[in-house]
């Protein structure tokens, strides 16, 4: 009895034992069979247009896209907040040699900087890495400032003068005789000032850049230029103009002056 009662355990244990590997030892036959019949099946390739270089007409127009996001950013793709914050000063150092009213920026003191990356919403390709500047002296004259991230370019400006300070106006007739009268806003007087400043950016920018539209309105005026590559590319860069300052690429400006 103890022998056949051995013999029933034992099958028991075979059985046991083969329900446990043989699921296992047929699962790696059917694998070496797949592998033995390797199906290669084509697919299409998938590639992503890599991002344009972009030129410094494609970064200035994108500055003033207003349809754009901005992704804030730790710091910069090519610099940190230092290398940005001497390049910023080195940038609007040439700048001061080249506009008329004599501003010295080495007494403007940096308060804030940010850098951010600026995406085309309608076409993300089109992107790029851009620090912002906000700047003051003691006279609390202000300057804000757009950089390129890449160049070091300035993309966008705007100027405001402090109370008490000279307007534009004065400033810009201060080498003329006579100054006996009150420098008051015209449309002469700001047209002056608009001509100034695409003077200022074409020796900035190194490109051909004309007034191609103005807009006088009592306190302020709106002015349209055009700056062109050699390519004959040619986009607009919009401003305004006050006695208490101004704007280089602005972003928003009346539709009718929009005529591009």
């Known amino acids: 009895m103890k022998t056949k009662h051995y013999l029933i355990l034992g099958a028991a244990a075979l059985i046991l034992a083969w329900s446990f590997f043989m699921p296992n030892s047929l699962a790696g036959v059917t ?60 940038e ?16 403007y003191v940096i308060g804030e900087s940010s850098a951010s990356l600026v995406i085309d919403t309608m076409i993300p390709a089109l992107n790029m890495v851009v620090w912002d500047f906000i700047m003051t002296d003691p006279s609390e004259n202000a300057v804000t400032v ?49 001509l100034s400043l695409t003077e200022m950016m074409a020796d900035y920018y190194r490109h051909p850049v004309v007034l191609a539209d103005y807009l006088f309105s009592e306190s302020f005026s709106y002015y349209k230029a055009e700056i ?3 390519r004959n590319h040619t986009i607009p860069m919009y401003g305004v103009v006050r006695t208490t300052g101004f704007t280089m690429n602005e972003r ?9």
């Open 228 to 230: 062109s590559d050699s």
């Open 92 to 107: 609007l150092e040439r700048l001061a040699r080249l506009n008329p009213w004599e501003v010295d920026f080495n007494e």
């Open 252 to 260: 928003v400006l009346p539709t009718v002056l929009r005529n591009d």
């Open 146 to 194: 757009t950089v390129d991230d890449d160049t070091g370019v300035i993309l966008r400006l705007v100027f405001k003068l402090g109370v008490g300070g000279l307007s534009l106006i004065e400033a810009e007739s201060a080498g003329k005789p006579d100054l006996s009268e009150p420098q008051l806003p015209s449309d002469e007087a700001f047209s002056e000032i608009a």
């Open 31 to 90: 694998d070496m069979r797949i592998l033995d019949n390797l199906i290669i099946v084509d697919t299409p390739s998938i590639s992503f247009d890599a991002a344009p270089e972009l030129g410094l007409l494609d970064r200035l127009a994108l500055a003033a896209n207003s349809n754009t996001e901005l992704v804030p950013l730790i710091t910069g793709n090519i610099m940190d907040a230092d290398a940005a914050a001497e390049r910023v000063y080195l």
